[in-house]
């Protein structure tokens, strides 16, 4: 059990439709992270919540994506009208602190788009 | 903005080996820097980090690292590599309170 739990941990859709992604982050944690790893890629920063507050986006974030943390707790990333481009494992880490580096992930949600 | 380096992307190695994996940054400021693992099938988890002080760090598993700061290097090492280690190793960059930074990544397959 790594503290950070990821749903769904597989998603298989079909070009242009929605999908959602649920991030638990360790409770005691109030920053959150949400990356994006392809293959033969490191895990590249999307966006970060403190508390319910977004933050900051990255540019790979484009307007198709949103994220949420509306109780600063669980965090939410949806995508919409997925594109075969947006295949890839998304991760959610919490900060284990107190340094912005020292991050606490979770097993990811891998997403293939047909 | 920050950037990092891993020279190899697949490492090879038998047991008892000696490994030492290059990381080199991009950042002409104050850095921490970092060493992420992931075993197959598992989460990334934090390996080691550099902050600050002795440039010489030590990590879980007999894992260390040298933060030469001349050569904008932070390369991770271990005199023995076990069976055990075969996994992806990640190196990773930030600065102040930045978000983190991701090299692209080293597998390194340990033959027994």
């Known amino acids: 059990d790594t503290g950070v739990s990821q749903d769904p941990r597989h998603k298989i859709t079909k070009r242009g439709q929605n999908v959602t992604f649920r991030c638990d982050p360790i409770?005691?944690?109030?920053?959150l992270y949400w990356y994006r790893q392809t293959l033969g890629q490191g895990p590249e920063f999307l966006t970060y919540?403190?508390?319910?507050?977004?933050?900051?986006k990255s540019r790979l974030l484009s307007d198709r994506f949103s994220a949420e943390r509306p109780k600063g707790s669980f965090s939410t990333l949806e995508i919409q009208r997925t594109e075969q481009g947006d295949s890839a494992m998304y991760l959610c880490?919490?900060?284990?602190?107190?340094?912005?580096?020292?991050?606490?992930f979770g097993e990811g949600s891998r997403l293939t788009v047909l | 903005a920050q950037s990092v380096s891993q020279h190899n992307h697949h490492v090879i190695l038998s047991e008892a080996a000696s490994l030492e994996l290059g990381c080199n940054y991009s950042?002409?400021?104050?850095?921490?820097l970092f060493w992420y693992v992931q075993y197959p099938g598992q989460h990334l988890q934090l390996l080691l980090k550099y902050f600050s002080g002795d440039p010489l760090v030590k990590g879980i598993k007999g894992f260390e690292a040298e933060f030469i700061k001349s050569k904008f290097s932070f390369n991770l090492r271990k005199p023995s590599v076990q069976w055990s280690d075969t996994a992806e190793y990640f190196c990773a960059v930030n600065s102040g309170y930045s978000t983190l930074t991701f090299g692209k990544g080293t597998m390194l397959l340990v033959s027994p």
């Open positions: 950042y002409g400021g104050t850095v921490n």
């Open positions: 880490a919490s900060l284990r602190g107190p340094n912005t580096g020292e991050l606490f």
């Open positions: 919540f403190q508390n319910e507050a977004q933050l900051e």
């Open positions: 409770s005691e944690h109030n920053r």
